[in-house]
């Protein structure tokens, strides 16, 4: 008669979470997580094929949950504002997973910068004003809003600046109003 589990892919899952959000992606171990558990790695083995399988189930938690409880609240009626916000609202209330997805070397980095961009992109081309953007205009809307918002997510993070949202609010609408004034995109890939 085989053993009926008593661990299930979701407990598994949520154990990563709590492993990445307190510890980083340096610790997203099967042996960490399976503390976390307080189990072996065995039922981690069986429900994932390996730990990359793991962190790509990780990942698709991570950003449905920064799609429909993290990044969609809305606060000024700004899309791009508004995205910003949230993002550096999220960088504060939870800054360790913030830090384990956008700036660990373990972490999702350029992962995290495609999810966000696309993010962006479909959220900004719903808003009628934003809508009649080309692309090239909402990639410098987004390349520039990113910079500012990651930089003031960073400085109050590290506790250095202490804005009200209102202020946070001003600096991204004149980032959106020069951004926006610009002939030239801007690319600082290239």
Same mark, same amino acid.
């Given at each position: 008669?085989?053993?009926?589990?008593?661990?299930?892919?979701?407990?598994?899952?949520?154990?990563?979470?709590?492993?990445?959000?307190?510890?980083?992606?340096?610790?997203?171990?099967?042996?960490?997580?399976?503390?976390?558990?307080?189990?072996?790695?065995?039922?981690?083995?069986?429900?994932?094929?390996?730990?990359?399988?793991?962190?790509?189930?990780?990942?698709?938690?991570?950003?449905?949950?920064?799609?429909?409880?993290?990044?969609?609240?809305?606060? @000024?009626?700004?899309? $791009?504002?508004? &995205?910003?916000? +949230?993002? *550096?609202?999220?960088?504060?209330?939870?800054? !360790?997973?913030?830090?384990?997805?956008?700036?660990?070397?373990?972490?999702?980095?350029?992962?995290?910068?495609?999810?966000?961009?696309?993010?962006?992109?479909?959220?900004?081309?719903?808003?009628?004003?934003?809508?009649?953007?080309?692309?090239?205009?909402?990639?410098?809307?987004?390349?520039?809003?990113?910079?500012?918002?990651?930089?003031?997510?960073?400085?109050?993070?590290?506790?250095?600046?202490?804005? @009200?949202?209102?202020? $946070?609010?001003? &600096?991204?609408? +004149?980032? *959106?109003?020069?951004?926006?004034?610009?002939? !030239?995109?801007?690319?600082?890939?290239?």
């Amino acid at each position: 008669m085989a053993r009926k589990k008593t661990i299930t892919k979701d407990q598994i899952l949520n154990a990563a979470y709590e492993v990445v959000a307190t510890e980083g992606f340096s610790k997203f171990t099967a042996r960490n997580i399976a503390t976390k558990m307080k189990c072996s790695t065995q039922p981690i083995y069986l429900e994932f094929k390996n730990m990359d399988d793991l962190k790509e189930e990780l990942f698709e938690k991570i950003h449905q949950y920064l799609a429909t409880e993290v990044f969609p609240v809305e606060h @000024t009626g700004n899309t $791009i504002v508004d &995205l910003a916000l +949230n993002y *550096i609202h999220f960088a504060n209330n939870e800054s !360790k997973l913030y830090r384990a997805l956008y700036l660990e070397e373990y972490g999702g980095g350029e992962r995290m910068q495609q999810f966000s961009y696309n993010y962006f992109t479909n959220a900004v081309k719903k808003d009628p004003t934003y809508a009649d953007l080309d692309d090239a205009k909402i990639n410098s809307l987004h390349m520039g809003t990113w910079i500012v918002a990651t930089g003031i997510a960073a400085l109050m993070t590290s506790g250095i600046i202490h804005p @009200t949202d209102e202020q $946070i609010e001003e &600096l991204m609408q +004149n980032s *959106i109003d020069q951004i926006s004034k610009q002939d !030239k995109p801007i690319d600082i890939d290239n």
